[in-house]
């Protein structure tokens, strides 16, 4: 079966695409001009890299520095991988400190999944988005035992309840904190990107405007979406339900 790829993103530094590989599919060790993180994100691989490998039977995150050498063979059911090519000076960004060593670690796919979908749907989010997908780390669940710090707080409060709050780079400048540090931070306290926060955020705001009567062209716009139809194709994928439909329901 031959390799599926889709570039879902793109901007200067970064490119973003999802591939599906076959069952029992192979590369050759080959190396890349760019540096890779990567999510493993449904089935099985193994990969080789200089003296080591790894076999990976579960939902993974990988680092590959430029011109890493490695091979894969991918599992007998296939395997589908979500995959970032980075410059250097993204890479740095988002990998501080010598982060760049070859690596796979297991991770929790939910984070990627989910905001794989705000990449490939584009718009406003995807950019957020994208910067929220590099900057995880691999933590797989919200940290109960410590205390959220206040800026973290206030962000959390801008998110949920405007519409039109600025964003995350802004938000981030305004609270003198890193990007990346700002997302990292958010998902280990609250257990989801502050990208995903603020659509659910705004997905849970329409929703209320439509139970109070509003016409859903209205509600998406006091929700803070785009447009009647963003609104639309959000609600619909997370609940199966359009808005008349929801409306409906709700003054029964």
């Known amino acids: 079966m031959p390799i599926r790829q889709k570039t879902l993103h793109e901007t200067p530094g970064v490119c973003v695409r999802l591939s599906h590989y076959g069952p029992g599919e192979r590369m050759h060790a080959h190396g890349h001009d760019h540096h890779q993180i990567s999510w493993l994100l449904a089935g099985e691989l193994l990969e080789e890299s200089g003296r080591s490998q790894r076999e990976l039977l579960r939902a993974a995150r990988g680092v590959k520095p430029a011109d890493c050498v490695h091979a894969n063979v991918y599992g007998p059911q296939g395997a589908l991988l979500l995959t970032a090519s980075l410059d250097a000076a993204t890479a740095a960004r988002f990998l501080p400190g010598g982060a760049l060593d070859w690596s796979w670690d297991a991770a929790d796919p939910a984070p990627a999944r989910a905001l794989l979908g705000l990449i490939a749907r584009g718009g406003d989010i995807a950019d957020a988005a994208l910067d929220d997908l590099l900057s995880l780390d691999g933590q797989a669940g919200p940290d109960a035992t410590s205390r959220v710090p206040d800026w973290l707080e206030a962000v959390r409060a801008q998110?949920?309840?405007?519409?039109?709050?600025?964003?995350?780079?802004?938000?981030?400048?305004?609270?003198?904190?890193?990007?990346?540090?700002?997302?990292?931070?958010?998902?280990?306290?609250?257990?989801?990107?502050?990208?995903?926060?603020r659509v659910r955020s705004r997905l849970a705001l329409g929703i209320t405007r439509l139970s109070e009567g509003e016409a859903p062209a209205d509600?998406?716009?006091?929700?803070?979406?785009?447009?009647?139809?963003?609104?639309?194709?959000?609600?619909?994928?997370?609940?199966g339900l359009a808005p008349r439909r929801l409306q409906t329901l709700l003054a029964a």
């Not at 039109?164 to 257990?191: C, I, N």
């Not at 998406?220 to 609940?239: C, I, M, N, P, W």
């Open 159 to 197: 998110l949920r309840d405007d519409p039109d709050a600025p964003e995350l780079d802004s938000l981030a400048r305004q609270h003198g904190v890193h990007r990346v540090h700002l997302s990292r931070s958010f998902t280990r306290h609250f257990g989801m990107a502050p990208s995903l926060y």
């Open 219 to 239: 509600a998406a716009a006091d929700a803070g979406f785009a447009d009647q139809s963003h609104f639309s194709r959000r609600l619909t994928r997370d609940l």
